[in-house]
């Protein structure tokens, strides 16, 4: 019983400052986003799309999926961290010295006209700054501390934007976003080196990588398969219709993510200990995971469907009227990310079962219904709401992805598949009247005041509230 209590009290703790740590950065993060999109073209934008498609793999290739192995196993001791900083540390560095090289063949097929090849040289150093907190944090989320990694993340983002936003009012182009990139991921690291207090051994041993190979290479894959499955359609976008095309897709993509990775993050640095931790008890695993579930869809149904209804308005009152071609972009986007968020979350049961192989077959599934809208929709780019068609495909990609992987969560969490389907009845029918009369609302008064048509569109939400009360979850 003393067991269970002090598990709550962790987990009770750790969600509390998860929640602290993704409202502060994400709050940080959208009014330097707000206020750099006012200043900055979507070209620009468009030119560090190109490098953030790089970037994501680089930043995977560096984890390697050993940080999630870390937080998987039950008690990891010095040499384990220090084998994988010093790890982390020698891939970071040698993946910046291939994108250097590379970076030519970056310009080229974004037609960068030789504007990415310095860009992207210089903002890879982020890289390696931030493969030198990637240990402490996942100290910190193992020991369900999760305090100064909210603090780091803060601290961190105010910086780097400062910085973005006074290198933008000198110049609005795309150095302002890749020194903020920067001096953001330096200040983080620097200040989980100071909080934290821990320092790696000078250990690096093969027996523990190989240790660590069989979870970690899974969860790897399933990241490389992940990483590909978002970034496969900036790629071709930035080379098969421009910078001006991928710079609205790249910040249509940024915000819908903004809601869809917070709590994915939130979920995984809360709960994944939590679960891990009675990965050997079917009761209450089953228990805790289907509370997380039914948690999770109250908060996407009615958060995300409020936004697909008010998004106008929300890029009006905040972007102002330059970025109207990402409006409708985003609205899909946001459909898309329900389905994200739900398979990102059975991912995460899965992995706390010590399941990688279903991760990367869940993966294989999400991908190949990505490559095949890809295909299908690329004739229909051409026409003007080429770009909306191939974001459809998305949707229907991972809608399918979903289905799967419900299917392989029932098998190893001890629930069954009909628990999951049931979990989504009562949250639907709650959320029915309120965003009705949101769209009712919008539809009669978004011609007017942004902000006015923002503050009636979402008081039903409020109807949402007694209603999510009487659910017990």
Known sequence: ?????????????????????????????????????????????????????????????????????????????????????????????????????????????????????????????????????????????????????????????????????????????????????????????????????????FVCSLRIIRGFFAVGFGVMIQSILNV???????????????????????????????????????????????LSAVQDQPHRFAGIAGKIHRTTIAIVIIGFGWLVISAESVFHALLGSQWDRAIPLFQLLMLRGIFVVLSSLYCNFILAVGKPKLLVAAELVRNSGA??????????????????????????????TFLVIVVMTARVTYRRVSQYFRDFIPFLGYSAIPLSLSYLLIASYGHLNPWFSLTLSISPIALYLPLYRLKKL
């Open 1 to 201: 019983m003393a067991e269970s209590n002090d598990l709550k009290r962790l987990t009770v703790r750790s969600v509390k400052w998860n929640v602290v740590d993704k409202l502060s950065t994400q709050i940080l993060y959208a009014l330097t986003g707000i206020i750099l999109a006012r200043l900055i073209a979507p070209e620009e934008f468009g030119l560090i799309g190109a490098v953030l498609v790089f970037q994501a793999f680089a930043a995977l290739f560096v984890d390697s999926g050993f940080a999630s192995a870390l937080i998987q196993r039950k008690e990891p001791d010095e040499r384990d961290y220090s084998t994988i900083f010093w790890f982390n540390m020698l891939m970071a560095v040698g993946l910046y010295a291939l994108i250097w090289l590379c970076a030519p063949l970056i310009d080229q097929w974004f037609h960068g006209n030789g504007r990415l090849i310095p860009l992207t040289r210089i903002s890879f150093l982020s890289v390696i700054l931030n493969a030198t907190g990637i240990v402490q944090v996942n100290r910190m989320v193992k020991q369900m501390n999760v305090k100064p990694v909210a603090i780091a993340n803060g601290l961190g983002l105010l910086l780097g934007g400062i910085a973005g936003i006074g290198l933008a009012l000198h110049k609005p182009n795309a150095w302002a976003l890749v020194w903020q990139q920067i001096i953001t991921a330096g200040a983080k690291s620097a200040i989980l080196w100071i909080i934290v207090r821990w320092r790696p051994l």
């Open 228 to 274: 590909v499955f978002q970034n496969i359609y900036s790629f071709f976008i930035g080379n098969r219709l421009g910078m001006v095309s991928l710079g609205n897709y790249t910040q249509a993509d940024k915000w819908s993510k903004m809601g869809s990775s917070s709590i994915s993050a939130i979920l995984t640095s809360s709960f994944l200990p939590a």
């Open 371 to 400: 490559l095949i809208a890809l295909v299908a929709t690329i004739p229909f780019w051409g026409q003007p709401n080429g770009l909306e068609i191939m974001i459809w495909g998305q949707i229907a990609a991972s809608a399918i």
